[in-house]
């Protein structure tokens, strides 16, 4: 399979209140908008909210968001009164996490990798 483009879709259960988190608190910035949705830039992808759900995100969903700094950003959340999950740490795989949830509760993981971290290097062998 060549894949050209990807997104994740969200049908949220209230999708005005979910538009302005994404939109005016996480700041994200929007690839496009349609009748009934609107698809926002995820770095390297896209989410589209789009429709209304009827029961909400799984426990077993949730976003990865890589940020810069990962303590500026959930700090700036906390003052937006977004609902912190855990607290920016050192995981032992080595990546800097704090996780928040959005306004139906869908899981996200703010993300900042530490300089020498694996993940920073090309693995592949030459």
């Given at each position: 399979m060549e894949v050209l483009?990807?997104?994740?879709?969200?049908?949220?259960?209230?999708p005005e209140r979910?538009?302005?988190?994404?939109?005016?608190?996480?700041?994200?910035?929007?690839a496009r908008e349609f009748p009934g949705g609107t698809v926002f830039f995820l770095g390297q992808g896209f989410l589209e909210l789009s429709g209304r759900g009827e029961h909400g995100p799984s426990p077993d969903q949730a976003l990865w968001l890589q940020?810069?700094?990962?303590?500026?950003e959930f700090d700036r959340l906390r003052e937006f009164?977004?609902?912190?999950?855990?607290?920016?740490?050192?995981?032992?795989w080595g990546l800097d996490e704090a996780w928040i949830a959005d306004p139906?509760?869908?899981?996200?993981?703010?993300?900042?990798?530490?300089e020498g971290h694996p993940i920073r290097f090309d693995q592949r062998p030459r």
């Open positions: 483009n990807s997104r994740v879709i969200v049908r949220p259960l209230d979910s538009l302005r988190f994404y939109r005016d608190v996480l700041g994200l910035a929007i940020v810069r700094d990962v303590r500026a009164g977004v609902p912190a999950e855990s607290e920016p740490t050192r995981r032992p139906d509760g869908l899981r996200i993981a703010l993300v900042e990798i530490p």
